[in-house]
């Protein structure tokens, strides 16, 4: 039996009591890094941030949206090319990362750009390959709205529309998007069995990879050097970008590997297409370099057929509840409401 931590909301300008917490820590997860007492989680904020996440009003063209990069059906980033594309059919230097399990991470980006999740979206609204836009254009274009002014005066009690209550309510919206009920959750709790192969791919996998990738998020709040080899095209040096410490050259945020099944291509250059390519790299192509991870120094030994059994088993960290979820996807409802 689940155990869920509910985080309070209020709904002064709901018309119903949601039957249903609107934040949920699973039982056994550590407790989550984000302050929910800064940003109380409402139906209303949740769903105006939701309206946000697909409104391509947010780009300066209004062409590009959140979703363009971070598709629901991918688990919330692109699958189709290595890069983001951006406004004006522009191209990126890196692999949008998926979006899942946000209330759990201190900084955000490849690079950990970004240490404050309220403020995580002004990045690709201002960034010129992506949105393009800046908080003030799109503070100006909500406010002439009716509609969203309707949004925000249910959500906040003014409509008045400012910076802080819109990038707070793509927050609300971004926080719901929790995946915690996949076979390996489900075989945790007990209610499934792994099978033999997807058994040994686990044990293979505590035994190489959770030193990065620890459960039960299967990510870290740490930079790590994979091995890759640059990319001269791109030349980039992840987080020593940030900080400028020549020691988190070629570091990188180690990523989830929660719905990996369906997040490829992977790396934060998109340079491996399937999941067979990245083990690869761990066993044959690790690039030495200062400031190599210590765990990959001598690279990884495993077999072709421990490879095979290490996917099985990642491909049980696949949540379809999560990845299909309704309440994730396009407010079509929302948007059918005719605009001013």
Not at 56 to 77: D, E, M, Y
Not at 131 to 139: D, F, L, N, P, R
Not at 145 to 152: A, D, H, I
Not at 293 to 318: C, H, R, Y
Request: aromatic fraction near 12%; include cysteine.
């Amino acid at each position: 039996m689940k155990r869920f931590v509910h985080i309070a909301c209020f709904l002064p300008f709901c018309a119903f009591i949601s039957p249903e917490p609107l934040f949920e820590c699973p039982k056994n997860w550590p407790k989550p890094h984000y302050n929910f007492s800064k940003n109380q989680l409402t139906e209303n904020k949740i769903l105006l941030g939701r309206a946000l996440f697909y409104d391509p009003l947010l780009s300066r063209n209004n062409i590009i949206s959140c979703a363009s990069c971070h598709s629901p059906f991918s688990a919330f980033t692109h699958i189709d090319h290595a890069l983001s594309h951006g406004i004006n059919d522009s191209i990126g230097t890196r692999n949008s990362p998926a979006l899942m399990n946000l209330a759990w991470q201190t900084l955000f980006m490849w690079d950990g750009a970004v240490n404050n999740l309220d403020l995580q979206a002004l990045a690709p609204i201002s960034h010129p390959a992506e949105m393009g836009s800046s908080i003030q254009v799109v503070i100006k274009k909500l406010n002439a709205s009716k509609l969203y002014r309707q949004l925000f005066f249910k959500a906040y009690g003014d409509s008045n529309i400012t910076g802080e209550n819109t990038l707070k309510s793509i927050s609300q919206f971004m926080l719901t998007l929790v995946s915690a009920n996949s076979k390996y959750d489900r075989v945790n709790a007990q209610k499934e069995t792994f099978t033999a192969q997807e058994s040994n791919g686990y044990e293979l996998f505590k035994k190489n990879c959770t030193s990065c990738h620890q459960e039960p998020l299967f990510a870290s709040n740490d930079f790590e050097n994979n091995g890759l080899p640059i990319d001269t095209t791109l030349n980039d040096y992840g987080r020593m970008k940030v900080t400028l410490n020549p020691k988190d050259s070629l570091k990188f945020k180690v990523p989830t590997l929660r719905n990996i099944e369906y997040t490829y291509p992977y790396m934060h250059d998109g340079r491996f297409k399937k999941l067979s390519e990245v083990l690869n790299h761990y066993t044959n192509s690790i690039h030495l370099s200062n400031t190599l991870a210590p765990q990959l120094q001598n690279g990884m030994l495993l077999a072709s057929n421990e490879k095979v059994d290490i996917i099985s088993f990642l491909l049980t960290l696949s949540d379809k509840e999560f990845v299909f979820n309704p309440k994730h996807q396009y407010p079509k409802d929302f948007f059918n409401q005719a605009r001013d």
